[in-house]
């Protein structure tokens, strides 16, 4: 059920790769951050987008705005377990499974996040992407429980969101063999140039 559902975006990096904010960057006029959130809005019943302090919101359309909370990193440049950590109480406690995701996967798809969500089963605590063998803790979906260590993890001076993975039960997704590129995120002008021109092609065919 959606109800149970809910997801955080962080959206708050240096994004010094990039040279400018990732979460602002517009294809077809539609902000990294908005593509995102118009993806999530059919499965999860909220979203938190995180930001550093002092960063501005991309515009957000009004029937989005309804569904999304905008949270601030309390300390910033710690990055993603702080996120989470400041994130947390801004979703409603009757959500007990969150997709944890960053704000620069272009190609993600609503259809892609519905698989993500379909294995979620009682088996598994945790739902993470794979590419070429490697996990991407910030392409997953998550129980709350298994989260909630993230400011423990901050004072024992951890920074790798993979740390919260210790002793629970994990499946493993990787890309389809015909979309491989669509878990992938964009970190430099290239690479959201590559992007851009797939997406802008495809989607107005």
Not at 88 to 101: C, E, Q
Not at 111 to 122: A, F, H, S, V
Request: a negative charge; aromatic letters at 6%.
């Amino acid at each position: 059920m959606n109800e149970q559902y809910g997801a955080i975006i962080l959206a708050g990096g240096r994004s010094s790769r990039m040279g400018e904010d990732k979460a602002s960057l517009e294809i077809s006029g539609k902000s990294m951050v908005e593509r995102l959130l118009l993806k999530l809005s059919p499965i999860v019943a909220e979203v938190v987008v995180m930001r550093a302090p002092g960063q501005t919101m991309p515009n957000i359309p009004k029937e989005l705005q309804g569904r999304i909370q905008v949270g601030r990193d309390s300390v910033k440049d710690r990055g993603p377990l702080q996120g989470i950590v400041d994130a947390l109480p801004l979703l409603n406690s009757a959500i007990d499974k969150v997709f944890l995701l960053t704000c620069d996967l272009p190609y993600i798809t609503t259809e892609w996040l519905q698989t993500l969500k379909d294995i979620m089963t009682d088996e598994f605590d945790l739902v993470c992407t794979e590419e070429n063998e490697i996990i991407n803790p910030l392409l997953a979906i998550y129980r709350k429980p298994v989260l909630e260590p993230a400011s423990k993890l901050i004072a024992e001076g951890k920074r790798r969101p993979i740390s919260l993975w210790e002793g629970w039960r994990m499946a493993r997704l990787s890309a389809p063999e015909e979309t491989p590129w669509i878990c992938r995120d964009v970190n430099t002008p290239e690479e959201f140039k590559e992007a851009h021109n797939y997406l802008t092609s495809n989607e107005n065919d």
